[in-house]
């Protein structure tokens, strides 16, 4: 489980397509203290560490990445060079800063317009259809692993505000209009739709 409150930036330094495919992302987490099969958030995807190497401020981890997980998320689309917002999993006692994030992205939304707004900036994103009505004005959602808070909905397309602080710390300072993200709805959400079928 992770709370979306990304905690550093890395970025993929190899890609590897035979078979599963697999990626080696550099971070400044130390890497002594992940544990090989342990679970890091990839922005926003849940992915098991099965190699690291390196020391604290210049690590590294390898991740495997099935079939499944590429057609449901933008991992698909990364090369070396892309930066990628980490998350390590949240331990018994820790601070829950976000919200409950699980790591498991629902499905990929657009970025379809970004403003100023203030010293902050407005991104309004396109969800898929399906997603849309997990999405509520003041409700939790993670894009691209970061939690975020829905300032608006109108009908599949959201906005959320990012404040200097997050564009500075994750990836979201450099996103550009038509962009893909990683949506991940709100557990609560999910499960009260669920329950509301059988009502």
């Known amino acids: 489980m992770f709370t979306g409150i990304i905690t ?11 078979g599963d495919t ?23 995807a849940c992915l098991t560490v099965i190699a690291k190497g390196g020391v604290a401020g210049d690590g590294w981890f390898t991740v495997e990445v099935s079939a ?4 449901k998320t933008i991992l698909g689309t990364w090369e070396p060079g892309a930066r990628v917002n980490l998350e390590k999993s949240l331990r018994v006692g820790d601070e829950i800063g976000g919200h409950i994030v699980s790591g498991h992205v629902d499905g990929v939304g657009e970025i379809v317009s970004i403003r100023p707004e203030g010293d902050s ?18 409700g939790s ?32 300072g450099a996103m550009r209009e038509g962009q893909g993200v990683n949506i991940e709805i709100d557990m609560l959400a999910r499960y009260l739709a669920r329950l509301k079928e059988f009502a």
């Open 121 to 138: 900036l407005r991104f309004r994103i396109k969800a898929p259809n399906a997603l849309a009505r997990f999405i509520a004005p003041k």
């Open 8 to 18: 550093d930036v890395g970025t993929v330094e190899l890609v590897s397509r035979r």
């Open 68 to 71: 499944e997980t590429l057609s």
């Open 141 to 172: 959602i993670a894009v691209d692993g970061t939690s975020l808070t829905v300032n608006e909905v109108d009908g599949a397309v959201f906005g959320v505000n990012i404040i200097p602080h997050t564009a500075k710390e994750t990836t979201w």
């Open 22 to 44: 697999t990626f080696k992302i550099r971070t400044r987490h130390d890497p002594a203290l992940i544990p090989i099969g342990a679970s890091i958030a990839c922005s926003g």
